[in-house]
């Protein structure tokens, strides 16, 4: 899996989004590419804001026994998978607003740095390792920036 904590990736995924355009389709999936935008900004509204309640003890026990694995592990999302309620963007949104927020949260991640992020508590999984963290923010953002083609 590649590093996003470093300058380097960060670099190149940043290109892949300015790759895209508000002409961009899908491969796959039903999401405008500003809707994915948005969808992909889920994860750093969940590590930098207040805006998703956190899930309830009972709820936070299955995602972690359920669904942490495969967020955090190296194998590739399947096309098409179940999304997470809170992750779902149903109106459609400003490409250029959407594409700075995304940009903005993954260069404060990389600034951050691994060391900010070993032994933080995810807002679904408990604490992860800093390596758990970039799996699943680059895990992530590779997914979607390969449904739109870049």
């Known amino acids: 899996?590649?590093?996003?904590?470093?300058i380097e990736v960060t670099n190149e995924v940043i290109q892949r989004i300015e790759n895209l355009s508000t002409t961009t389709q899908p491969n796959w999936g039903k999401m405008s590419v500003s809707q994915m935008l948005?969808?992909?900004?889920?994860?750093?509204?969940?590590?930098?804001?207040?805006?998703?309640a956190k899930p309830n003890a009972f709820v936070k026990l299955m995602l972690k026994l359920f669904v942490k694995n495969m967020?955090?592990?190296?194998?590739?999302?399947?096309?098409?998978?179940?999304?997470?309620?809170?992750?779902?963007?149903a109106d459609e949104r400003d490409f250029e607003t959407e594409k700075k927020?995304?940009?903005?949260?993954?260069?404060?991640t990389q600034k951050l740095g691994e060391k900010y992020f070993d032994g933080k508590?995810?807002?679904?999984f408990?604490?992860?390792?800093?390596?758990?963290?970039?799996?699943?923010?680059?895990?992530?953002?590779?997914?979607?920036?390969?449904?739109?083609?870049?």
């Open 101 to 108: 927020r995304l940009v903005d949260f993954i260069l404060k």
């Open 71 to 89: 967020v955090v592990s190296e194998k590739p999302y399947s096309k098409n998978g179940r999304t997470a309620a809170q992750f779902i963007i």
């Open 38 to 52: 948005a969808h992909c900004c889920v994860t750093y509204e969940m590590v930098y804001t207040e805006k998703h």
């Open 1 to 6: 899996m590649k590093d996003l904590f470093t």
């Open 126 to 150: 408990g604490v992860l390792t800093s390596n758990e963290w970039n799996t699943s923010f680059y895990k992530h953002l590779d997914h979607h920036l390969t449904q739109f083609g870049v």
């Open 121 to 124: 508590e995810s807002h679904s």
